[in-house]
């Protein structure tokens, strides 16, 4: 497209008081013959001027010289053939620097000067991207018939969509068919309450645009969003897909193969994308294939750095009459609540909530529905035997979130049930019933019960953990990957982005997301159907889903120049990339969420967006000013959009103020960024280079999962490359903010300038 740039500069919100917009003016390079300044750009007459030079002059690149690219987006949008670049002079300039003295603070105007300059940089080198099209398909598959499943099947079902639910099992229902009531969900949430679960099941299996499969699983998925292939097996079968292998692909080495599947080898990567004609095609999938009960061998696996846990002193295993809730519930559902040793009643109970003495750690898994689970059975206890019943629940932590606390306050009522924060010591035989001994308990003594059976809290492990569910016929593997980080669970955002995994296209919900109940259950199923439907209509529009929500662009790579390193393949936070037999990346665009990692990874720089490219940024590094004289230093800081960029603009609303000596280039990602432009800033003489991204690690907050972590390791092969350049490894740093961290930020900033400036200026300054 021939370029034809505009240049509009605001003179309002403070900004025309701040800055000498005449000598601004005089900066913009000649070639640029429009170019306006105006006393509020934002109001009808400023965007009169643009849309009358875009219609009179055929301008179709507008740099807008103003406010923050985060505000005002659709009062500076000018349709799909103009390019919009954003130049930051309110926030990033004038609300975040005080002049010192009267007057216009030289400083503050030569970064205003700096800031226009890299954004004509910038937008000369970017383009309007054509959405990536393609047919699709807009049915969803859900996995799991529980009340998760069926209730996403029914939110999406209720706008049109058309969906099939595969069901392992003989039955729809899950556990909460297995249940003999349930907790209250309405007012005075004191009663127990027959199970919702017919309601839904019924329901579910009279909607025309539901079709349920059960004793079904998935046999392999091939594609992508809006173009999934699915095959299908009997439950509980062998398809050609399934090896013994771990679901994790250790980064660097192939993915594991099938044995036989199309004569797929670690040679041939390629093999395992070749489907099976059978396969149906789907647009998206919920993935609500809940929860199985923690079981004694899984406490065989401590976390990191910690002891195994010992369960052996309350008898779990070993006493028949110790029981987990689970067992508890179905014997319950079953009929009469009697012990297992020997068949007779079990008319007083103890509800053991937190395994280990002197911790007051729950047992694994466990969760605010292991809480209520054990007043409701309490309650079965006095149910079934109003006169000599005794339920005791001994607790660290008694979770009941909401309206919950009023069933709490219910139990609390009753004569019959105990309830006290307590330490089990231990668990033993008393002829043919049990003691429990207890220490440190509300009533301020060590008790022992005699009680007839022992229930334990024990929590819901997400099936997720150790059964791959999917099998994604990806480079990445079929499963989810890291998933020891996240205890087994397939979010890739826990507090921003709940339902989203880190596939594309895959929306978990339920338990299979987190320990949750039957109501939760039905709102989160409402959540992740409507993020199907999100992704099935980006797809469908040809644009990206959360959170670059709508973005029409997508990486296009140079291929002639690919050396089949396989870091974008591997490094994709999402696999969204295969490759084929020779290692070359295969493109899925519809999985791509354009964060730009591939374009950090690649050492060929082969890989870019139409906006957004290895020669968009560079060019803005190379359009501020370096000062030469050496007591002036100048500090490129590479902002994540997400959390850094906006914590900055939050932060010059707040009037806070930071080193006039940084200039800022917002990126999408910190995994987006590659070290060429950091040895660029560096051979020009930039001093130093400080890179804000998402929290990384345990708790991480990157909105693209591993891109702030991946760049760490980067800067950690930079800070090697620095030292044989006899450059202070100090001069490239990352820092790790969140959004509400926006006070911090300009001291952080500030921080690092002052370090900087203590090492002296770099020795490339100049050449
Ligand atoms: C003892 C106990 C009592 C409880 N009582 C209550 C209560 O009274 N009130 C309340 O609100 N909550 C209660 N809960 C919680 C409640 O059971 C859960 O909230 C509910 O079962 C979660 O439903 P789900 O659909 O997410 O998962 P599930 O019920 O586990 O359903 C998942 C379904 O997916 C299927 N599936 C699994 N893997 C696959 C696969 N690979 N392919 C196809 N299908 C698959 C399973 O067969 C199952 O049918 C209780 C929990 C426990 C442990
Ligand atoms: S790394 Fe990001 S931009 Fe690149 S293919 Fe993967 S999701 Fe898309
Ligand atoms: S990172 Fe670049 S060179 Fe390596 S495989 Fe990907 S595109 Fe090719």
């Not at 926030?91 to 216009?104: A, I, R």
């Not at 399934?242 to 599947?261: H, I, K, L, M, Y």
């Not at 009697?338 to 729950?362: H, L, W």
Request: glycine share 10%; net charge negative; aromatic share 8%.
């Amino acid at each position: 497209m021939e370029k034809k740039l505009a240049v509009y500069i605001c003179k309002g919100c403070g900004i025309g008081k701040a800055l000498d917009i005449e000598k601004l003016e005089k900066k913009v390079p000649a070639k640029v013959k429009i170019k306006h300044t105006h006393d509020i750009m934002c109001g009808p007459e400023g965007v009169d001027l643009i849309k009358k030079d875009i219609q009179a002059e055929g301008v179709n690149v507008a740099v807008v010289a103003a406010c923050s690219r985060r505000v005002l987006q659709d009062v500076f949008t000018f349709g799909p053939s103009v390019v919009v670049e954003r130049v930051n002079l309110r926030e990033g300039v004038v609300w975040s620097h005080k002049p010192q003295g009267e007057g216009v603070d030289e400083l503050i105007q030569e970064m205003a000067e700096d800031y226009l300059l890299m954004g004509i940089a910038e937008a000369e080198k970017i383009e309007i991207p054509e959405p990536y099209k393609e047919t699709i398909n807009k049915k969803i598959m859900v996995l799991g018939g529980g009340v998760t499943g069926l209730s996403a099947a029914l939110e999406a079902a209720k706008t049109g969509y058309e969906v099939t639910v595969i069901e392992k099992g003989a039955k729809v229902g899950g556990f909460a068919a297995k249940i003999r009531k349930q907790t209250p969900t309405s007012f005075p949430y004191e009663a127990l309450q027959s199970p919702v679960i017919e309601r839904v099941v019924k329901e579910a299996q009279s909607h025309p645009k539901i079709s349920i499969r059960t004793q079904t699983e998935v046999a392999r998925i091939f594609g992508a969003p809006g173009l999934f292939d699915v095959t299908f097996k009997p439950s509980g079968t062998k398809s050609k897909w399934d090896v013994p292998v771990p679901v994790e692909v250790p980064e660097g080495e192939a993915p594991p193969q099938p044995p036989g599947a199309d004569q797929a080898t670690p040679d041939n990567p390629a093999a395992i994308l070749a489907k099976n004609p059978e396969a149906e095609r789907f647009g998206a999938v919920v993935m609500a294939t809940g929860w199985r009960p923690w079981r004694l061998e899984d406490a065989a696996t401590p976390q990191e750095g910690e002891a195994a846990p010992s369960f052996d002193h309350l008898g779990l295993g070993t006493i028949p009459d110790v029981v987990t809730n689970v067992a508890f519930e179905e014997m319950a559902a079953g009929g009469k609540i009697t012990r297992p040793s020997n068949g007779k009643p079990a008319a007083s109970v103890a509800f053991i909530q937190c395994p280990t003495p002197g911790s007051d750690e729950d047992f694994p898994y466990a969760s605010s529905v292991t809480s209520m689970v054990a007043l409701k059975q309490a309650k079965y206890v006095r149910d079934d035997n109003p006169e000599s019943g005794k339920a005791y629940v001994i607790y660290q932590h008694m979770r009941t979130p909401g309206q919950n606390e009023y069933f709490y306050k219910s139990i609390q009522q009753d004569d019959g049930i105990f309830l006290t924060k307590g330490d089990v010591v231990g668990v033993s035989k008393n002829g043919d019933g049990l003691i429990v001994e207890a220490k440190d308990t509300l009533l301020g003594d060590n008790i022992k019960l005699k009680v007839d059976m022992v229930v334990l809290g024990t929590g819901m492990v997400p099936i997720t953990k150790d059964d791959p569910v999917l099998n994604l016929a990806y480079r990445q593997g079929r499963g989810f990957r890291d998933l020891e980080l996240f205890d087994g669970y397939a979010d890739s955002n826990y507090i921003c982005f709940p339902y989203e995994t880190r596939r594309t296209g895959i929306y978990a919900a339920g338990t299979a997301r987190r320990a949750m109940g039957i109501g939760e259950c039905m709102e989160d199923a409402a959540g992740a159907a409507l993020k199907a439907i999100q992704c099935i209509e980006s797809a469908n529009r040809g644009v990206s889903v959360h959170p670059r929500s709508g973005d029409t662009s997508y990486p296009d790579f140079f291929f002639s120049r690919c050396t089949q390193c396989k870091r974008c393949t591997e490094e994709c936070p999402f696999g969204a990339l295969d490759d084929d037999e020779k290692g070359t990346p295969l493109p899925n665009p519809t999985r791509c969420r354009r964060c730009g990692t591939c374009m950090g990874a690649c050492p060929e720089r082969i890989i870019g967006f139409k906006n957004y490219n290895i020669d968009s940024i560079g060019s803005m590094v190379k359009a501020f000013s370096v000062p030469e004289e050496a007591e002036k230093a100048r500090i490129l800081v590479l902002a994540c959009e997400n959390d850094a960029y906006p914590a900055l603009d939050i932060a010059a609303m707040n009037g806070l103020s930071y080193s006039t000596l940084v200039r800022i280039i917002p990126v999408r990602c910190l995994g987006s960024v590659n070290v060429v432009w950091i040895k660029d800033a560096l051979s020009r003489g930039v001093d130093g280079i400080l890179t804000i991204g998402c929290k990384y690690g345990d708790d991480y907050q990157c909105h693209f999962v591993k891109g702030s972590e991946l760049f760490a390791i980067r800067t950690d092969k930079i800070g090697e490359a620095l030292k044989s350049l006899a450059l202070e490894k100090e001069r490239v740093q990352q820092v790790q903010v969140a959004i509400d961290e926006y006070d911090k930020v300009p001291g952080i900033i500030d921080a690092f300038v002052d370090e900087v400036v203590a090492l002296g200026p770099n020795p490339f300054k100049g050449w």
